[in-house]
């Protein structure tokens, strides 16, 4: 296993789960400049947990049904990486976001309101980096 470096671990980048284009391009729009974006329907492409680990936090699609189950995702990185990277939900049903919430999920939003949030957070989480 490669130990991350200082710089890859001050780096601002989040994850976002979900197949929904028009929703990817206006979060990529509305993220700040010195921010990355990591898109992705597999967590395990990015590598082991230490990959994941060095995303600040994970934005997730609870609507999305085709390309991942979004239970299982918070299931991966709650159980089987045991990592506590925030887990944003956005979309879902009252039932989804139910048992998202039992499975440790961190916050839910609605579809129309995660934009927004993404800058908030992107703030929040902002600390050190480059």
């Not at 921010?35 to 990959?51: F, H, I, K, N, R």
């Not at 089987?80 to 919430?101: H, Y």
């Not at 949030?117 to 600390?127: H, I, M, P, S, V």
Request: aromatic letters at 8%; charged letters at 30%; one cysteine or more.
């Amino acid at each position: 296993m490669t130990l991350p470096t200082i710089e890859a671990r001050l780096a601002r980048k989040l994850i976002v789960m979900s197949t929904d284009v028009p929703l990817l391009e206006r979060l990529r729009a509305a993220l700040p400049p010195d921010w990355a974006l990591t898109e992705c329907t597999d967590l395990s492409v990015l590598g082991g947990y230490q990959d994941v680990l060095l995303h600040r936090f994970i934005l997730l699609d609870l609507d999305e049904t085709q390309a991942f189950d979004p239970l299982a995702v918070i299931e991966q990185v709650r159980m089987e990486m045991m990592l506590n990277v925030p887990i944003l939900c956005f979309g879902g049903d009252p039932a989804t976001r139910d048992q998202a919430r039992l499975a440790r999920a961190d916050r839910f939003f609605e579809r129309d309101e995660i934009v927004e949030k993404l800058k908030l957070y992107c703030d929040q989480f902002g600390w050190g980096g480059r």
